[in-house]
């Protein structure tokens, strides 16, 4: 599975963005997918999951009411909505998959990963 990231960039703080990642391959539905981030000195952290069915989510606390993941099986790509973002969400931001079914939060757990996107949030 190879991922394509894309849809951050700069944006005030309170503002929104949506993070998509394509990924490539037919086993695309097979794998749950997540969202990390890394913040600048900071080591990756987990943001968001979702299962290969969409119908399950999981977050990190400090985004849950704020972002939302969600997919489309029939275009083989995931998303991120963050709204009411903050000068702390600036990251780049990753997408990755897992062939786990069970929820994972270490980067290490994930089988492959896009490129990132740069979020900044201005104060």
């Known amino acids: 599975v190879q991922l394509q990231a894309s849809g951050g960039g700069l944006v005030q703080a309170g503002g929104s963005l949506r993070l998509s990642c394509a990924a490539s391959?037919?086993?695309?539905?097979?794998?749950?997918m997540a969202w990390f981030r890394q913040g600048p000195g900071k080591e990756r952290e987990f943001v968001a999951r979702?299962?290969?069915?969409?119908?399950?989510?999981y977050y990190r606390d400090s985004v849950k009411g704020r972002f939302t993941i969600s997919r489309d099986n029939a275009k083989n790509t995931v998303y991120l909505q963050m709204n009411s973002l903050q000068p702390e969400d600036t990251a780049v931001y990753y997408c990755?998959?897992?062939?786990?079914?069970?929820?994972?939060?270490?980067?290490?757990?994930?089988?492959?990963w896009g490129q990132g996107t740069q979020v900044t949030v201005s104060s």
């Open positions: 391959g037919r086993t695309y539905s097979s794998y749950a």
């Open positions: 979702i299962s290969r069915s969409g119908g399950m989510t």
């Open positions: 990755a998959a897992d062939r786990s079914q069970v929820v994972r939060t270490a980067a290490v757990q994930y089988d492959y």
